[in-house]
C-alpha cells in the first residue's frame, strides 16, 4: 500500500456514569481516531489512553506529538506500507506502545479490507461471539455498588470485576459474595494500589474465592509481584506491568503472575498481541482480553481478538451501552451475556458519519 493521507480526530463522548479506579474518575471518554488512507483502502483506530497520564506514562497530547514527529514519518518513508513493516520501522522509538498500537492498527484496518478480510479470520478467531464481563468502579457506598452489580447481572454480564484501592477492598468483595453467592465469577483490580506491606491484608482476600487480583503492585515490579503470589492463594494477573511478549514470558517464569490481561494498546498492537496470546497459551496460563472505556472503533477489534481460543477467561469488552448513551458507532449489544465478533472486513466497523461530527472537537492532519 501506499500512504495517501493521515487524519486525527479529537473526540469526546459522555460516559453514562462516572467510572472511578484508584488512580481517578473518568466522566468522558476524551481521545482521538486515527483515520488513514492509503491507495487501496482506508483504515481507523482509536488511541486508548487518556488526557493525564495517571493508568499509564502516555497520554492524549503527547501521543500525538509522538506520533506525528516520530511514528508518522518513518512509517510515510516505507517503500511499501504494510502492517508487518510499521512495528519494526518505529521499533527505535522507545516506548510510546499505546500511540505505536493506534497507528498500526490504523494501517491493519486498511489492509485488511483491501483484502477483503476480516481482522478475526486474520488473528485465528475460533468463534463468532465471546463472553462479556464487566469492570464496576469504585463507589460512594456498598449498597451503591450492590445495585449496580446487580443491574449488570440482569442485564446478562457473566463476571463482574470490582476496583479496589485501600480502604474500599475487603467489604465490598464480602458484600457481593454474600449478595450473589460463592458462583459468581468475581475479581478484583488495584490498579496498581497497593506495596508488599499490604501482602497481609491483600491475604485476607483469599478466603472470598476470587479468579484472580489484578495489578496490586507497582507497574513493572515482577518481583514484588512474585513475592506476593508466593504469600496469597488468588491469582495475580498482570496488565500495567506487561509491555510485550517477551515480560510477559519473563513475568511468568517468575510466577509474578498467573493470569494474562491482554490489551492490545498496551502492547503496541494486535500483532505483539497475538504474540501474548500464544506465550500465555503455550504455558497453559489463562489470558482473557482487557479494556480501556474503548468506543466501537476500539471495541471492534478487541472482539475479534478475544475470539481466540487462548482468551479462557471473560474480557472487560462490555456493551456499548455500559459506556455511552450514544456510541460513535453502530452499538455492541449484549446477547445471552455475550457479544458478536465483527465480521466485516478490516475492524469490521466505521464511524456513523453524523456522530462523528458532534462529538469531533477537533481535526488535524498528520499527512502529507
Ligand atoms: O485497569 O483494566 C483497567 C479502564 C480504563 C483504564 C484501565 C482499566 C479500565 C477498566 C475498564 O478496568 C475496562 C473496560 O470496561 O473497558
Ligand atoms: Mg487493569
Not at 103 to 113: P, S
Request: aromatic share 6%; proline share 7%; hydrophobic share 45%.
Amino acid at each position: 500500500m501506499k500512504l495517501e493521507h493521515v487524519e486525527l480526530l479529537h473526540v469526546a463522548i459522555p460516559l453514562v456514569t462516572p467510572f472511578r479506579t484508584s488512580f481517578g474518575t473518568m466522566t468522558t471518554k476524551d481521545t482521538f481516531l486515527l483515520h488513514v488512507v492509503t491507495d487501496e483502502a482506508e483504515g481507523w483506530s482509536e488511541f486508548a489512553a487518556d488526557p493525564e497520564p495517571l493508568y499509564c506514562s502516555e497520554f492524549v497530547s503527547g501521543a500525538e506529538t509522538v506520533i506525528r514527529d516520530f511514528l508518522l514519518p518513518r512509517v510515510a518513508a516505507l517503500p511499501r506500507l504494510t502492517t508487518a513493516a510499521v512495528a519494526p520501522a518505529t521499533a527505535k522509538i522507545k516506548g510510546h506502545e499505546l500511540a505505536k498500537a493506534a497507528l498500526e492498527t490504523a494501517v491493519l484496518d486498511a489492509e485488511l479490507r483491501a483484502h477483503d478480510m476480516s481482522l478475526a479470520t486474520y488473528l485465528g478467531a475460533t468463534r463468532d461471539r465471546v463472553p462479556a464481563g464487566v469492570s464496576v468502579g469504585i463507589k460512594e457506598s456498598v449498597p451503591a455498588l450492590l445495585d449496580d452489580v446487580e443491574r449488570y447481572l440482569a442485564e446478562g454480564y457473566l463476571r463482574i470485576k470490582l476496583k479496589i484501592e485501600p480502604g474500599w477492598d475487603l467489604a465490598p468483595v464480602r458484600a457481593v459474595r454474600e449478595r450473589f453467592g460463592d458462583g459468581l465469577p468475581l475479581q478484583v483490580d488495584a490498579n496498581t494500589a497497593y506495596t508488599l506491606a499490604d501482602a497481609e491484608h491483600l491475604r485476607r482476600l483469599d478466603e472470598f474465592g476470587l479468579l484472580l487480583i489484578e495489578e496490586p503492585l507497582e507497574e513493572n515490579n515482577l518481583h514484588a509481584h512474585a513475592l506476593l503470589q508466593r504469600r496469597i492463594a488468588t491469582p495475580v494477573c498482570l496488565d500495567e506491568s506487561l509491555h510485550n511478549a517477551r515480560d510477559t514470558a519473563s513475568a511468568i517464569a517468575m510466577d509474578a503472575c498467573r493470569v494474562v490481561n491482554v490489551k492490545p494498546a498496551r502492547v503496541g498492537g494486535y500483532l505483539e498481541a497475538r504474540r501474548l496470546h500464544d506465550v500465555a497459551a503455550a504455558h497453559g496460563v489463562a489470558a482473557w482480553v482487557g479494556g480501556m472505556l474503548e468506543t466501537g472503533i476500539g471495541r471492534a477489534p478487541n472482539l475479534a481478538l478475544a475470539a481466540l481460543p487462548g482468551f479462557t477467561l471473560p474480557g472487560d469488552t462490555s456493551a456499548s451501552s455500559r459506556y455511552f448513551a450514544e456510541d460513535i458507532t453502530e452499538p455492541f449489544v449484549l446477547s445471552d451475556g455475550h457479544l458478536p465478533v465483527p465480521t466485516g472486513p478490516g475492524i469490521g466497523i466505521t464511524p456513523r458519519p453524523d456522530t462523528l461530527h458532534r462529538f469531533t472537537t477537533t481535526r488535524n492532519t498528520l499527512f502529507p
